[in-house]
């Protein structure tokens, strides 16, 4: 029998692994280890700085960086704000215009108006109806006084990746930042900053099964050292660019979250594209349902559906025991149609019959076969209450046109 609730979504937070959440629980006590990192002379600041340390090699192993190019932070939220609101001022000699998609998570886009009330001006780019933003319409947008773009890894409502490494290779050749809220994606895919040509990445502990409160920004060293203004002053920890005093035991946990995400990562992926297209089949049958965003290139963590004729609000309060999100968890409190779909193209029907089913590390098969039953007679059900279904199924004069963008 299924435990109820059921928990599919993941992309909003994911619980704490057990084996993260018994080593945080080893950094908070007298009997553990509660030093002030910053406390070298003695020996409890000397054992917990060697445990911020063995962390930060960890989450640099995660994306082939160096320990010495991860900063940390609250979250991918405040990386976001640091990357960004960092590299203008610290750069506002070059010139104070900047460059993000129009599908980026909250997190960026409203840094970037911030900084637009400011004086900065930021160009919008707009995705294709799957959701990938053509590196042409990037380069188009490139202006000789650009300090940075901002490009989201995986987006959080659709789970659409966005390619990265064809951004990168433009900005690198025209000296422009490279930002990536890697949020969704690290962890899940493999990140190479060997190669891949990123100047500043945030991360996010709660999206890889450690603690919330936590996150980095990978900030490159080499070949130059991309200078950023800090935004907190304090205590001078973390090379000057994030004062405050380090919170070991939420360091050392997000530390030991990305080393067991790397290293199981293809087996988790693996499982986890199974279980998504058995959900998606599943769902397909039920007819007239839209997949949004682009069929291959998503992490399949996520699924973005629309459902013919019925709003997702319904949807949900049809299916109480099983936790999925309508949009993304941050716009589906203000009851707006989502910015990503919107973005997209969608027309506003479609995106307010969005649902989004995230999986992830403790989701089964049971799990998705309860889903398709529990979602299969909702649908059916609504649809068959819906006036404006009945009218417009089978007929010719659909208003809206269901097939995959
Ligand atoms: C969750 C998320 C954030 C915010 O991360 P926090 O650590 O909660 O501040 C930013 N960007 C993306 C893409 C996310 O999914």
Redesign the pocket.
């Known amino acids: 029998m299924t435990r109820l609730p059921i928990y599919l979504d993941y992309?909003a937070t994911t619980p704490v692994d057990p084996r993260v959440a018994d080593l945080l629980g080893r950094y908070l006590t007298r009997e553990g280890v509660f030093g002030n990192p910053s406390s070298s002379t003695h020996a409890f600041g000397r054992t917990a700085a060697q445990a911020v340390e063995a962390a930060r090699e960890h989450v640099a192993a995660l994306l082939k960086a160096d320990p010495r190019e991860i900063v940390w932070t609250s979250?991918?939220?405040?990386a976001?704000n640091l990357a960004l609101r960092g590299a203008m001022r610290a750069h506002a000699r070059k010139g104070r215009h900047l460059i993000a998609g129009k599908t980026e998570?909250k997190?960026?886009l409203d840094v970037c108006r911030s900084l637009e009330r400011e004086g900065c001006a930021v160009t919008w780019l707009d995705p294709e109806p799957d959701g990938l933003i053509q590196p042409e319409r990037l380069a188009a947008a490139l202006r000789p006084d650009t300090v940075l773009v901002s490009l989201?890894h995986v987006n959080?409502e659709t789970g659409v990746v966005q390619d990265v490494a064809a951004v990168g290779a433009l900005t690198r050749a025209r000296g422009v930042l490279l930002h990536v809220?890697a949020?969704?994606g690290a962890g899940k895919l493999p990140i190479d900053l060997r190669t891949l040509p990123v100047d500043l990445l945030?991360l996010?502990a709660?999206?890889l099964y450690g603690p919330?409160g936590v996150?980095a920004l990978y900030v490159r060293q080499r070949p130059n050292r991309v200078r950023l203004e800090p935004l907190l002053y304090g205590g001078g920890q973390e090379w000057g660019l994030r004062a405050g005093t380090l919170p070991t035991h939420q360091i050392v946990a997000m530390g030991e979250a990305c080393r067991i995400a790397g290293a199981e990562m293809a087996d988790a992926h693996d499982r986890i594209r199974r279980l998504r297209d058995r959900l998606w089949r599943g769902l397909a049958e039920l007819g007239e349902v839209a997949l949004n965003g682009h069929p291959e290139r998503h992490w399949p963590g996520i699924l973005n559906v629309s459902f013919a004729g019925i709003a997702a609000e319904a949807l949900l309060a049809a299916i109480p025991e099983i936790a999925v999100a309508t949009g993304s968890a941050c716009a589906s409190a203000s009851n707006e149609p989502s910015h990503v779909l919107r973005a997209m193209g969608c027309d506003a029907r479609r995106a307010r019959g969005a649902v989004r089913f995230s999986l992830g590390r403790f989701t089964t098969t049971a799990e998705i076969d309860y889903t398709l039953e529990a979602v299969g007679t909702a649908v059916r059900r609504l649809r068959d209450l819906s006036p404006l279904w009945g009218e417009s199924s089978g007929g010719a004069s659909r208003a809206v046109d269901w097939a995959a963008p």
């Open positions: 992309a979250g991918a939220t405040e976001n998570h997190a960026v989201m959080n809220d949020a969704q945030s996010s709660h999206k919330k996150g």
